[in-house]
């Protein structure tokens, strides 16, 4: 795999979001969305986290749902971001991403690409550029929400700050597996839509099909490892997170990648 | 000359459907090469092969000494695929210096390029443009330009000229006739007349299964030339029989007439002239050989 190709290949994504009209009205669209969650659900649940009058009551709230230490941190808005975040920055990456390489192989464009790389080299270049493009969101959000946060109180800044850079850390990881998702149903797909709705119907019948099943067949819970975004629940507390339910997204990511890479190479153009 | 492409035993079904049927053929570097077929011969299935779209079920192909697929090929082997289109989210010159630099120029170099091939294919001034906001003809040239892009060896133009104006048809050919002492081209077309006055070799599919012809090739001791006349002359075929020289005359069409001579014979199409200007025949055309029409269907 020549990286050069594959790094051209990610970099024409960035512009395929930052440089065309559609991408700018997208981003448009989710500056304002975000906008709006700044606004309300972290501008409004602050104060109430932070008033002493309510927080006790909140702590127990909390504790009862095991996200203690999240309400702990002096960095309420945060707090609240990364619940948020953790939350709708894969359900956003099912979106963004659904459009990794099918339209351009319905459209016929993937063939002038696979004279010139490799049809792993366009997978991965495409991936790699997704997963760009929602760092770079998850970045402005993580930020905007520490400048929320640092107009509150300015002495929160420096330790807000190192802790927003371990949460798009934390997020980036998260989303991975959902991009590498998109990307192979992308190859099985005639759609992008069709894509998104497959990962819905993954997601929600495939996890009740499951549920049931392993109520039956217990060993067949293994399987749950297969769906991105298994560990959300466990993550979500911060409180001691194992290194290993960090491993599962890149698990899955390496996983998702390998099929479609089978896939994509013996497909048609 | 060295092989460039290599072709042998190769099969492709799709279900039930033998699109390819062990098609085994060779071309030789400088080469213009015709892959002509009635509608669903497995012309475009052998370009989607030859350009890596398609896996075959059978068979090997090898280009330039490389198997499908090989990196070294790329820039080196490029295409104007059937129905393929570029983004129109982009504008023409973005995604050309994209394909310019994939071939490993840079963006400069890329940038160039893109000028001289938009310069070569008449599109100089829509650099800026949409692909959906050209017509059918100049997108189609645009898709030809990024087969130019770089320096190809080998380019591959599967109806180049379909859907084109006469001017521009024209403009194509010309253009592929000028390029070919650099680089191999081979061409699959409906037109037999345009692939007539480009390709020295024919490949000839039907239903799947191929036979190639060679254009200038001599059998035995006799050789071709094929007369047409203006007008339907009385005895015309009798009276070209006499003429010193000639083995054998068949019709090929009214007023065609494939005329086999003895290869010894010096000169023998100004004496077939001149016998033409004895009998007063206005003569429309006079093909050295055979036309690839009647290379191809002519029974006899």
Redesign the interface.
Known sequence: M?TH?VW??AL?EL??LFA?K?GLLAIAAFAMVWLMILHYPIGHAVPFLSSPQFSEVAHELAGNIGLKKLVSWPQAELAIYWLIALYSFPLFALFVCSDQTVG?RQ???L????????RDEILCGRFLGQLIILISLITLTALATLSVMSYRNPDLTFSGLSLTLVLILQLSIVVMPFIALMALLNLICHSSRLSIVLAILLFTLGNALLSFITGYLPFLELLFYVFPGVQLLDIASQDSVSLTLWLIPFLQTGALLITGIAVFR?R?? | MSTIVEVNRLSKSFGSKQALSNVSFTIESGSTTALVGPNGAGKTTLFSVLCGYLRPNSGSVKILDKPLGHPSLFGKLTALPQDAMLDPRFSIQKQLCFYGVLQGLNKIEALKDTTRVLELVGLSDNHNSQINELSHGMRKRVCIAQALLGKPQIVLLDEATAGLDPLNAREIRSLISSLSDEVSFILSSHDLAELERLCSHVLYLDKGVLSAHNRNEQIGSSKYITLQLHEQYKDAKELLKQLSGVLHISQSQNKEFIIEYQSCFEQFDIHLLKYCYKHNWQYRQVVNGHTLENQLFQKD
């Open positions: 020549n190709r051209q290949l024409f512009t395929r065309t559609r351009d459209r016929g464009t063939r002038f690409l696979s004279l010139r790389c490799t013996s048609a153009l």
